[in-house]
């Protein structure tokens, strides 16, 4: 089954805080970190301890992420927008701690941590009004206008990105053939986004491959491989291991 990163992007608020979604279609718990499903019904064994699929992945959130906060909060800044320092403190804020040992830990003034907990409550707001204009904004817009979403864990957030779906569309048609192989691949960078999210979907979110199968896989519909395969990981649709012994696909 695979599962494209807009899954995250298009969670609600309230499945962002839990760290899943369930996929009422399919009946799976599906994690938003990194896209492992849970079937509803099935039990899973954790240790010594059996799980149904929901608690089992609220602990292998916990295991395997260290908890829903850490992985929000250590996500890129270019999806956060916090600094280095504005992390810091929302991990103290998480922990409990006050604002006068915040302060003495991180060697600043008290008034600073105070600023940034203003700011903060300020952003909060902001972003809940933008929300809603964008959910306005949404519901009017054309279909075919609105843009593809950024995978979660996209290198370059740039222009590459601004496209929409009618231009996916006609992209995948200009550069697939009916029997759904690549007949070349692209020199823009925009373009060869609009392929590469194409060729991610032969891949199961959540297995690991040896290099040899996604060779083989990728193969089936373009002979060179190679550039395909090295933009996956170059582009942030796929990671491997440093050895290249593993390869999978980035939710």
């Not at 718990?29 to 992945?57: H, Q, R």
């Not at 909060?124 to 009004?129: H, L, S």
């Not at 009618?166 to 960078?189: N, S």
Request: net charge neutral; proline share 1%.
């Amino acid at each position: 089954m695979n599962y494209s990163g807009d899954v995250f992007w298009r969670a609600k608020i309230e499945d962002m805080v839990k760290g899943y979604v369930f996929r009422e279609e399919n009946a799976v718990f599906l994690c938003l970190v990194c896209g492992k499903s849970f079937e509803k019904g099935v039990i899973y064994p954790n240790g010594t301890e059996f799980f149904d699929a929901e608690k089992a992945i609220c602990r292998h959130i916990v295991d395997e992420h260290g908890g829903v906060f850490r992985s929000l909060v250590e996500m890129d800044r270019k999806y956060t927008g916090l600094s280095e320092i504005q992390q810091s403190i929302l991990k103290a804020f998480h922990e409990g701690k006050g604002d006068n040992e915040i302060a003495r830990e991180m060697g600043i003034e008290k008034s600073t941590v105070r600023n940034h907990r203003f700011k903060m409550r300020e952003k909060t707001k902001q972003a809940r009004v933008f929300l809603a204009l964008m959910e306005l904004v949404e519901k009017e817009q054309n279909q075919g206008e609105k843009l593809v979403e950024m995978h979660r864990n996209a290198q370059m957030v740039d222009e590459r990105y601004a496209i929409t779906m009618e231009e996916e569309k006609k992209l995948l048609k200009k550069y697939f053939r009916e029997d759904g192989k690549l007949d070349r691949y692209p020199i823009k960078a925009k373009d060869q986004i609009v392929v590469l999210r194409k060729v991610v979907t032969l891949f199961e979110t959540g297995k690991k491959y040896s290099e040899k199968e996604v060779n083989s896989i990728i193969e089936g519909i373009f002979e060179d491989y190679a550039i395909l395969r090295r933009n996956l990981i170059e582009h942030g649709f796929m990671k491997r291991r440093p050895d290249g012994s593993e390869y999978w696909i980035v939710f």
